[in-house]
C-alpha cells in the first residue's frame, strides 16, 4: 500500500507562481513512476508531469516550458513548481505513484488561476 498527501494547493493570478508538494508513505521503495495529473470542472483527468526513480521527465505539452516535476527521495517527496499560470490550469490537481501497473492516488489540491 501507498498513501499520498498533497498540500500547497490555493489561490493564484494570472502570470503568478505555485508549487504543490506530495508526500508519499508506505510502500515506497515499489513507487516507480511519480507524476501529477489534474481535472477541470467537466473534464477528464489528464496528465501534466511525471518523473521517474531515475530522474527522467515527461510533461504534457500544454504545460512544458512552465512547470517542473522533481523529487526528493530522502523525504519521499514529488513536487511540481508551476510558473507563469494560466486561467486554464485551473484544476484539481492529484499526486499519482504507479507500483507495475496498479496506480495509486492522492485525494487531490484545488489550483485556482484568477484573472
Known amino acids: 500500500q501507498v498513501q499520498l498527501v498533497e498540500s500547497g494547493g490555493g489561490l493564484v493570478q494570472v502570470g503568478g507562481s505555485l508549487r504543490i508538494s506530495c508526500a508519499a508513505s508506505g510502500s515506497i521503495f515499489r513507487i516507480n513512476t511519480m507524476g501529477w495529473y489534474r481535472q477541470a470542472p467537466g473534464e477528464q483527468r489528464e496528465l501534466v508531469a511525471t518523473?521517474?526513480?531515475?530522474?527522467?521527465?515527461n510533461y504534457a505539452n500544454s504545460v512544458k516550458g512552465r512547470f517542473t516535476i522533481s523529487r526528493d527521495n530522502a523525504k519521499n517527496t514529488v513536487f511540481l513548481q508551476m510558473n507563469s499560470l494560466k486561467p486554464e490550469d485551473t484544476a484539481v490537481y492529484y499526486c499519482?505513484?504507479?507500483?507495475?501497473?496498479?496506480?495509486?492516488w492522492g485525494q487531490g489540491t484545488q489550483v485556482t488561476v484568477s484573472s
Open positions: 518523473i521517474t526513480s531515475g530522474g527522467s521527465t
Open positions: 499519482n505513484a504507479k507500483v507495475g501497473t496498479y496506480n495509486y
